[in-house]
């Protein structure tokens, strides 16, 4: 019997980061989950795609615009289910056993979120993500795991460049489960800006998705 899942990881620039989240999976290859490993990069000028090729990773390069990475990522895979992570998360040792037990599912699943490092903020912070997911609404740094079928179904990740993730959430509404197991993620983007300004920022641009501003738009305002 194959192993059921492909790993899916959207990278640019990521070779600080990629190394820890690649090892974090070692133990769900060493359980016989782990199928294939694909790496979906969007042009990377360091040494990113040199160390997800010496992990063995298929690398598929592209235009950076994280949707359509993964898209095309995930239009590669071959495994009956779709792990897919940023490279800055990291799963915790034990995420193999509630893996499993969600395999026997057919709904998406979603990792509780916790930030490295990230202190009472970082926290606090966190808890409002995995609040918010049980609503349906998990990010992307939460990871996702969803049967490759449904996937399809829902017609998977969108070609856009922002709110990618928030996109495929709403149209796994319903059929959306937490996965008793952790990502820790890095905190680097909330320490550059503070956590405050950091996560009204989030909020703010989440709102503005719902009320139908454009992606490409969005990324705009995002940047500045």
């Not at 294939?36 to 040494?47: K, N, P, R, T, Y």
């Amino acid at each position: 019997m194959r192993a059921p899942i492909s790993v899916i990881i959207p990278t640019l620039n990521a070779e600080t980061q990629l190394g820890a989240c690649l090892a974090a999976l070692m133990p769900g290859l060493e359980a016989g989950l782990i199928r294939e490993l694909i790496v979906a990069d969007g042009g990377s000028q360091d040494a990113t795609v040199a160390i997800a090729k010496a992990w063995g990773a298929e690398v598929v390069e592209g235009a950076p615009s994280r949707g359509r990475q993964l898209r095309q990522g995930c239009a590669q895979a071959k495994g009956d289910w779709l792990l897919v992570l940023h490279a800055d998360t990291e799963l915790q040792p034990d995420w193999v056993g509630p893996t499993i037990l969600h395999l026997k599912t057919n709904k998406a699943g979603w990792f509780r979120l916790a930030f490295a490092k990230g202190g009472f903020a970082g926290r606090l912070v966190a808890g409002w993500a995995n609040l918010r997911s049980l609503f349906g609404l998990p990010y992307g740094d939460q990871g996702l795991l969803v049967p490759r079928g449904l996937y399809f179904d829902v017609g998977g990740y969108p070609d856009q460049p922002l709110m990618e993730d928030v996109a495929l959430a709403r149209a796994l509404k319903g059929r959306l489960t937490q996965i008793d197991a952790v990502a820790v993620t890095c905190p680097a983007r909330y320490h550059r800006h503070g956590w405050v300004r950091r996560g009204t920022r989030n909020l703010w641009t989440l709102m503005r998705y719902f009320a139908g501003a454009s992606p490409t738009h969005l990324l705009q305002s995002y940047r500045r």
